[in-house]
T-cell receptor
Framework: GIQVEQSPPDLILQEGANSTLRCNFSDSVNNLQWFHQNPWGQLINLFYIPSGTKQNGRLSATTVATERYSLLYISSSQTTDSGVYFCAVEDMFSGGYNKLIFGAGTRLAVHP | KAGVTQTPRYLIKTRGQQVTLSCSPISGHRSVSWYQQTPGQGLQFLFEYFSETQRNKGNFPGRFSGRQFSNSRSEMNVSTLELGDSALYLC?????????????FGQGTRLTVV
């Protein structure tokens, strides 16, 4: 099955710093989403981005489907950005309807 | 509009018991998927339902089962609970008509088996 790798596993930043999180996947996908898991466990949708570039405030994401990776950029980080960021993909050829395969996540800590 | 609603939020059960979790999707969404999150295994897909039919199932024992009702609400049942079933259970809702639709998650049910 498709493999999803996220890097780095852990990231510590000072408030105001910028960061880039990476997601590599091993096969073609028809869905790629980035989530932020809040302290209570809920997965908050950041981007639905199977290809291309999107921006939402201080966050932006780029997926290069032909090279099988996606990047999540966080600019001017704030303490509220802390938490775990997940990349999840849906394998285009597995017939896995709405079956998301998650990476292990990047744990981000932003200090004041 | 209302998001995905999972009930209950927290549960404590004893080994050997069974448990039923509920998920109400976003209005108009017909697909509901279930995931288990543990520290050791991360987020793993359990199963997916669309129009009351299970279309896909992950690698979990038969003790894990689910169903979907005509209003798209879904329930997940775990029988003969084991300590290892302690986890955060998340459900996701999507339009689901085809592959690749965006999924939205509920707040989860945190199950503790003692």
């Amino acid at each position: 099955g498709i493999q999803v790798e996220q890097s780095p596993p852990d990231l510590i930043l000072q408030e105001g710093a910028n960061s880039t999180l990476r997601c590599n996947f091993s096969d073609s996908v028809n869905n790629l989403q980035w989530f932020h898991q809040n302290p209570w466990g809920q997965l908050i949708n950041l981007f639905y981005i199977p290809s291309g570039t999107k921006q939402n405030g201080r966050l932006s994401a780029t997926t290069v489907a032909t090279e099988r990776y996606s990047l999540l950029y966080i600019s001017s980080s704030q303490t509220t950005d802390s938490g775990v960021y997940f990349c999840a993909v849906e394998d285009m050829f597995s017939g896995g309807y709405n079956k998301l395969i998650f990476g292990a996540g990047t744990r981000l800590a932003v200090h004041p | 509009k209302a998001g995905v609603t999972q009930t209950p939020r927290y549960l404590i059960k004893t080994r050997g018991q069974q448990v039923t979790l509920s998920c109400s999707p976003i209005s108009g969404h017909r697909s509901v998927s279930w995931y288990q999150q543990t520290p050791g295994q991360g987020l793993q897909f359990l199963f997916e339902y669309f129009s009351e039919t299970q279309r896909n199932k992950g690698n979990f024992p038969g003790r894990f089962s689910g169903r979907q009702f005509s209003n798209s609400r879904s329930e997940m049942n775990v029988s003969t609970l084991e300590l290892g079933d302690s986890a955060l259970y998340l459900c996701a809702s999507s339009l689901g008509a085809g592959d690749g639709t965006e999924a939205f998650f509920g707040q989860g049910t945190r199950l503790t088996v003692v």
